[in-house]
Nanobody, 122 residues
Framework: QVQLVESGGGLVQAGGSLRVSCIAS????????MAWFRQAPGKEREFVAR????????SYSDSVKGRFTIARDNANNTVYLQMNSLKPEDTAVYYC???????????????WGQGTQVTVSS
């Protein structure tokens, strides 16, 4: 069992930056691929970024590529999402997820955090 807790969300002006974090409880954190998804009101959960267990490989959705960076610190069971040049369309609840598959599909992930709200004002 893996428990995930996100933090770091908040209010930010368009063009600003924010870093959200996800801390995992578990003994085999480095075995899991991790991902960030987001969900805006009335919309489906959307893939944002993913990272392999080692942290050596990452990928991003086209909408955030070049602006967001995912990273992990396996020694501290933590994954981060650094969000720069934020846009109002980035407003959503951001969720971290863990799974054995390095996937862009939400249903492939086994464990989810509670989410953290990111609101970008114009």
């Amino acid at each position: 069992q893996v428990q995930l807790v996100e933090s770091g969300g908040g209010l930010v002006q368009a063009g600003g930056s924010l870093r959200v974090s996800c801390i995992a409880s578990g003994r085999t954190f480095s075995h899991y691929a991790m991902a960030w998804f987001r969900q805006a009101p009335g919309k489906e959960r959307e893939f944002v970024a993913r990272i392999t267990g080692s942290g050596r490989t990452t990928s991003y959705s086209d909408s955030v590529k070049g602006r967001f960076t995912i990273a992990r610190d396996n020694a501290n069971n933590t994954v981060y999402l650094q969000m720069n040049s934020l846009k109002p369309e980035d407003t959503a609840v951001y969720y971290c997820a863990a799974g054995y598959d390095y996937s862009t599909t939400a249903r492939k992930y086994d464990y989810w955090g509670q989410g953290t709200q990111v609101t970008v004002s114009s």
